[in-house]
């Protein structure tokens, strides 16, 4: 008896202290390669502690000169609760902008232009350029600015974010035309890419109040 009442109180003491949530990926993708682009799926890492990575399938536009990968994704939190049994429903949806992850590998000074990097929801005949960006290099982050500049020299590898007015749960289907790209005075434009929203993986998330 005294074992029972002792387990008891440790499920209670658990469930009173710790929470715990379940997210799900979602992540844009083509049934096939844009032409010029190599695609590769990676899977994510549930959050917690630290930020969550969703699932995302990444496409690499390589040339001599550059290596060129993006990826579009996102993981929404769906259920909270007790960490035993997390049952409680979020009736929002994902309320964060669009956001499309690049990395830049250059071994030459690369000079972009992200103000021309369009977005378009499928459907609609209206293009939207970002309105946000990011850059950081590894983990550290060196610059944001609201102000997307409309010629960046970049060299070496850097990681960038574009953020665009449009709600992740308002794009279902996008069109991302990456604008051009100069290297030592040649001017590079990847084509554009299709993507549609793909559900991926669920992910249970403790974590202790």
Same mark, same amino acid.
Not at 94 to 121: E, H, Q, R
């Given at each position: 008896?005294?074992?029972?009442? %002792?387990?008891?109180i440790?499920?209670?003491l658990?469930?009173?202290?710790?929470?715990?949530?379940?997210?799900?990926?979602?992540?844009? /993708?083509?049934?096939?390669?844009?032409?010029?682009?190599?695609?590769?799926?990676?899977?994510?890492?549930?959050g917690?502690?630290?930020?969550?990575?969703?699932?995302?399938?990444?496409?690499?536009?390589?040339?001599?000169?550059?290596?060129?990968?993006?990826?579009?994704?996102?993981?929404?939190?769906?259920v909270?609760?007790?960490?035993?049994? *997390?049952v409680?429903?979020?009736p929002?949806?994902?309320?964060?902008?669009?956001?499309?992850?690049?990395?830049?590998?250059s071994?030459?000074? /690369?000079?972009?232009?992200?103000t021309?990097?369009?977005?378009?929801?499928?459907?609609?005949?209206?293009?939207?350029?970002?309105?946000?960006?990011?850059? %950081?290099?590894?983990?550290?982050?060196?610059?944001?600015?609201?102000?997307?500049? /409309?010629?960046?020299k970049?060299?070496?590898?850097?990681?960038?974010?574009?953020?665009?007015?449009?709600?992740f %749960?308002?794009?279902?289907?996008?069109?991302? %035309?990456?604008?051009?790209?100069?290297?030592?005075?040649?001017?590079?434009? *990847?084509?554009?890419?299709?993507?549609?929203?793909?559900?991926?993986?669920w992910h249970?998330?403790?974590?202790?109040?």
């Amino acid at each position: 008896m005294k074992i029972l009442q %002792s387990i008891l109180i440790c499920l209670i003491l658990v469930s009173t202290t710790s929470c715990a949530w379940i997210g799900r990926d979602y992540y844009y /993708a083509s049934e096939q390669s844009p032409e010029g682009w190599v695609k590769r799926f990676e899977e994510g890492i549930a959050g917690g502690k630290r930020a969550p990575v969703p699932d995302t399938m990444t496409y690499t536009y390589e040339n001599n000169s550059l290596e060129l990968s993006v990826n579009v994704g996102y993981q929404e939190m769906t259920v909270f609760g007790p960490v035993i049994i *997390p049952v409680i429903p979020l009736p929002w949806e994902y309320p964060d902008n669009l956001s499309v992850g690049i990395k830049i590998v250059s071994n030459s000074p /690369a000079v972009f232009d992200f103000t021309s990097w369009k977005l378009k929801l499928s459907g609609t005949g209206v293009s939207h350029s970002p309105v946000g960006i990011l850059i %950081s290099e590894g983990l550290v982050l060196n610059d944001y600015d609201n102000k997307v500049a /409309a010629n960046l020299k970049i060299e070496g590898r850097r990681f960038v974010r574009l953020l665009y007015p449009v709600k992740f %749960s308002e794009a279902e289907s996008i069109e991302l %035309s990456p604008g051009a790209i100069y290297i030592d005075n040649q001017k590079v434009t *990847p084509q554009k890419i299709q993507l549609k929203k793909i559900k991926g993986n669920w992910h249970y998330i403790p974590f202790t109040l």
